[in-house]
């Protein structure tokens, strides 16, 4: 199992710009747990960073545990599953939310 820092370093070279075409976000993260933090996530221009910290002003955040975040990722929970039962929480725009699933390659 990755860590959430892991999944977060790789997400640039899985970035699949064709994918996120016309897009301009700051996605904030928050994860709790032992292995939680802070990241954000920006696309912009066909490229995607990732930073630690917290970005002034997201278009989304989502929040969630670590295990979790990291089983999404992994393919092994299923989004829906997680927001339906209250462990995901999502703040601002919910269609960027689910269109960034489709911007990366899976592990």
């Known amino acids: 199992m990755s860590t959430p ?13 064709e994918r996120a075409r016309g897009v301009n976000a700051v996605i904030q993260f928050k994860l ?7 990241w954000y996530l920006t696309v912009a221009d ?3 960073t990732v ?4 970005s002034e002003k997201p278009r989304v ?7 979790d975040y990291v ?7 299923n989004p829906m599953q997680l927001f339906m039962a ?3 929480k999502i703040d601002g725009d919910l269609m960027l939310a689910q ?7 899976q592990p």
Not at 32 to 38: A, I, K, R, T, V
């Open 5 to 17: 820092q892991e999944v977060f370093n790789a997400m640039p070279e899985r970035f699949l710009p």
């Open 86 to 88: 209250g462990k995901v």
């Open 99 to 105: 269109a960034m699933t489709n911007w990366f390659a």
């Open 61 to 67: 955040t989502i929040a969630m545990a670590d295990a």
């Open 51 to 54: 930073e630690p910290g917290v």
């Open 46 to 48: 066909g490229q995607c």
């Open 71 to 77: 089983a999404l990722i992994e393919g092994t929970a």
């Open 32 to 38: 709790s747990g032992e292995n939680g933090g802070e």
